[in-house]
């Protein structure tokens, strides 16, 4: 079967791919809402504690022989560890500061952090093995499913929504809410508020690196693996506008199932034509597919 | 004693020491090359220190002129000064474009639109046949200017391009202290009260941009001449990143900070492994020798220190120091 001379198999398995993709959007500009809501610090290092994730999941498996799913759960923990120490240290100082020194204290700590591992590992790509259990591909009839992919986006849409549950749903994330749109009042009723902007910054990065363990078989891991990424997923926030969730997961999964359309139809395209939708969506609706204007 | 007093002097002695910099000693292609960032620096500057905007996109600009530039007179044989003319204009319109998507939104979020759509520009630059993809624009010829003056000697094309820098100073300053400059200025304080007298801010903010580009534009036609090529690493969005850190270290809102920034920083990478080796010399570790690959690293760290105790910048702290004694002196009343 063909659609536009192009086989379905092939058509498919290039939307899996953009899923996959997509589901690294989703999950990062989630973080970015997420922190930006509560920090109003626009958080550059993303694309660095996602490497942070990967690399260290690589790390674990080169030299201590830990296996992938053990750093599922401890590589978020350690890069959480990490944006405990990055917030306490450094961002805590500029909160009262206009929006463009958490961008360039962020940078900042990412050409260090970047700079750190590639003095050590260089630029090129380390192997990751996929994990035993997920090798291999099934055949659905109408197309081959490779299985490590498809557990990447069930995986990711999984906490995407576990994440919007616990903001939406539940009596901590209602702080979170609260303490995005008045921290002063939250803090006025006893909520420890400092400690939260902490721990929220500490889940954004865990966030991050979780994408990161989950990338690392799938793409090269290197320490500059996040540069790029980080430049699309501030396009997929303006698209998106942070002030919801939901917003953020659907505009990240929409718009790697485009770059993966576009793979198939015109390849050359496929770098650019995220940020080619953000000038059409500042064009149509300035305030972003989600977002309310200010 | 005030900042007016002390200023026209240390521009004269700036002048002064350019003049003479090719005859004690100083490397023209490196002062050249020095002056071209602190112009792309001073017309970032107008942008971020005096109307409040923060471009992360001005990569494109330089970069994307400097492509422009270096094709017209490789490939077309255009003169330099119809060379440096379309790299200005070239910088201008994807300004004009840039701009008009920025204004739509504010703050942060300008921010990541300008840095969206350099990428993008990074991304086409790296596709497209005529600059080369990886390799980047080579063999640019630096020409006769005005049919005339032969730039391929290095001490003329250092007396032009100081002549064109400077006269593109100029300008900026003039439309700092110009009432347009004025407009932009209360705009950055607080942009709801001058929407409420009646300025038009969109319409400022986006000839500010336009402004800014073109400049940022000249400056990166004025480098592919100079060095005779034209790079990716010039559109990059680290290129971006490099023209932030020199206004915030040189004094973001200062008209000489630019200047010092672009100095200090491009003089820092280009020195810093001989810095690294001093460093081991001294202390005898060796990890110095490798800081010259580190600098990334040490770059990183300067963004750091600065936006955590050193906001005003070098410049900025300078004036503010001036300012103290100047009314602590009781010359003032």
């Known amino acids: 079967m063909e659609i536009f001379g192009v086989s379905m198999p092939a058509m498919l398995s290039q939307l899996l791919l953009g899923l996959v993709n997509g589901s690294f959007y989703a999950i990062l500009s989630l973080g970015l809402a997420v922190?930006?809501?509560?920090?109003?610090?626009?958080?550059?290092?993303?694309?660095?504690?996602?490497?942070?994730?990967?690399?260290?999941?690589w790390m674990a498996m080169s030299y201590l022989g830990v296996n992938y799913w053990v750093m599922l759960i401890a590589a978020p923990l350690l890069v959480g560890l990490v944006g405990v120490v990055i917030e306490r240290l450094f961002l805590r100082w500029i909160y009262k500061l206009d929006h463009l020194y958490g961008l360039l204290l962020t940078l900042g700590l990412t050409m260090v952090i970047e700079g750190v591992f590639r003095s050590i590992y260089g630029v090129s790509g380390l192997g990751y093995d996929t994990p035993e259990l997920l090798e291999g591909a099934t055949n659905l009839g109408f197309m081959i499913l490779p299985n490590y992919r498809a557990w990447v986006v069930v995986a990711s849409i999984?906490?995407?929504?576990?994440?919007?549950?616990?903001?939406?749903?539940?009596?901590?994330?209602?702080?979170?809410r609260a303490g995005t749109e008045n921290p002063r009042l939250v803090e006025a009723f006893g909520v420890n508020v400092p400690v939260m902007i902490t721990l929220t910054y500490a889940f954004g990065a865990a966030l991050a690196a979780f994408a990161g363990v989950l990338a690392a078989p799938v793409y090269q891991v290197t320490p500059?693996?996040?540069?790029?990424?980080?430049?699309?997923?501030?396009?997929?926030?303006?698209?998106?506008?942070?002030?919801?969730?939901?917003?953020?997961i659907l505009t990240g999964l929409g718009l790697g199932v485009i770059e993966g359309f576009t793979k198939?139809?015109?390849?050359?395209?496929?770098?650019?034509?995220v940020f080619v939708i953000m000038a059409i969506v500042l064009l149509i609706r300035p305030a972003g597919l989600f977002g309310k204007e200010k | 004693m005030n900042v007016k007093k002390f200023a026209p002097i240390g521009y004269g002695l700036l002048l002064l020491g350019l003049i003479a910099a090719p005859f004690v000693g100083a490397y023209p292609v490196f002062v050249m090359k020095l002056l071209c960032f602190a112009l792309f620096a001073t017309a970032f500057n107008l942008l971020l220190g005096y109307t409040g905007l923060l471009s992360f996109g001005h990569a494109a600009f330089l970069g994307g002129a400097a492509y422009v530039t270096g094709h017209a007179v490789k490939v077309w044989g255009a003169t330099?000064?119809?060379?440096?003319?379309?790299?200005?204009?070239?910088?201008?319109?994807?300004?004009l474009v840039m701009g008009w998507f920025t204004i739509r939104r504010q703050g942060i979020y300008a921010t990541m639109i300008t840095l969206a759509l350099a990428q993008m520009l990074f991304f086409a630059a790296l596709q497209m046949p005529f600059t080369g993809g990886e390799d980047g624009l080579q063999g640019v010829p630096r020409g006769?200017?005005?049919?005339?003056?032969?730039?391929?000697?290095?001490?003329?094309?250092?007396?032009?391009?100081?002549v064109i820098v400077v006269l593109a100073f100029l300008l900026i300053v003039r439309t700092i202290d110009s009432p347009f400059g004025q407009v932009l200025r209360g705009i950055k304080e607080n942009e709801p009260r001058a929407t409420s007298l009646g300025y038009d801010t969109n319409r400022f903010k986006l000839l500010a941009f336009v402004i800014s580009a073109a400049i940022a534009g000249l400056a990166g036609a004025l480098k592919t001449l100079v060095l005779g090529f034209a790079t990716l690493s010039d559109v990059h969005w680290s290129a971006s990143g490099h023209v932030v850190l020199m206004t915030l270290v040189g004094g973001m809102g200062t008209l000489a900070g630019p200047l010092v920034g672009a100095a200090v920083v491009v003089a820092l990478e280009n020195k810093i492994g001989d810095l690294g080796t001093l460093l081991a010399k001294l202390t005898t570790i060796d990890w110095f020798n490798t800081l010259g690959e580190s600098v990334t690293i040490v770059t990183g760290l300067i963004f750091v220190v600065c936006v955590l105790?050193?906001?005003?910048?070098?410049?900025?702290?300078?004036?503010?120091?001036?300012?103290?004694?100047?009314?602590?002196?009781?010359?003032?009343h």
């Open chain 1, 224 to 248: 500059l693996m996040g540069q790029n990424l980080i430049i699309v997923v501030f396009a997929v926030v303006v698209i998106g506008g942070m002030g919801s969730i939901m917003g953020s």
């Open chain 2, 80 to 95: 330099p000064e119809l060379g440096l003319l379309i790299g200005t204009l070239s910088g201008a319109l994807l300004g």
């Open chain 2, 309 to 332: 105790a050193f906001r005003r910048g070098i410049m900025g702290e300078i004036v503010a120091w001036l300012e103290r004694r100047g009314t602590g002196g009781g010359n003032s």
């Open chain 1, 264 to 273: 198939v139809f015109y390849p050359e395209a496929s770098s650019t034509v």
């Open chain 1, 158 to 176: 999984v906490v995407c929504i576990a994440t919007w549950y616990v903001i939406e749903k539940t009596k901590l994330g209602a702080y979170l």
């Open chain 2, 144 to 162: 006769k200017l005005f049919g005339v003056l032969d730039l391929s000697s290095d001490l003329t094309m250092y007396y032009v391009c100081l």
């Open chain 1, 35 to 57: 922190i930006f809501g509560l920090l109003n610090v626009i958080n550059f290092a993303h694309g660095a504690l996602f490497m942070l994730g990967a690399l260290i999941t």
